[in-house]
């Protein structure tokens, strides 16, 4: 599986981005989802997860009630919509995918993208 996400950019505090996350090589249909970011300086940390079936749900506490995870499984991509944005959210942000497992053992991993929020 080979996982490109996109949609980063640089925005104001307060704003909306929507990250993007295409699979190609495999159908991610039978795939834990996970959006992963790094903010400089710092280690890697959990965002968002969605099961295969998109009946179970994860969230970070930092992003809950802003960041919403969706899967389209006819387009073979994953979503985070980011809203409100805080400049605490600055990150690389990854996807990443596994049959059974939300974390850093996840099998595959895409390159980042970076999404800056200004003050």
């Known amino acids: 599986v080979q996982l490109q996400a996109s949609g980063g950019g640089l925005v104001q505090a307060g704003e909306t981005l929507r990250l993007s996350c295409a699979a190609s090589?495999?159908?991610?249909?039978?795939?834990?989802m996970g959006w992963f970011r790094q903010a400089p300086g710092k280690g890697r940390e959990f965002v968002a997860a969605?099961?295969?079936?998109?009946?179970?749900?994860y969230y970070a506490d930092s992003v809950k009630g802003r960041f919403t995870i969706s899967r389209d499984t006819a387009k073979n991509t994953v979503y985070l919509q980011m809203n409100s944005l805080k400049p605490e959210d600055t990150a690389v942000y990854y996807c990443a995918a596994d049959e059974d497992t939300i974390g850093e053992g996840m099998d595959y991993w895409g390159k980042g993208t970076l999404v800056t929020v200004s003050s």
């Open positions: 969605i099961s295969w079936s998109g009946g179970s749900i």
């Open positions: 090589g495999r159908t991610l249909s039978r795939y834990t």
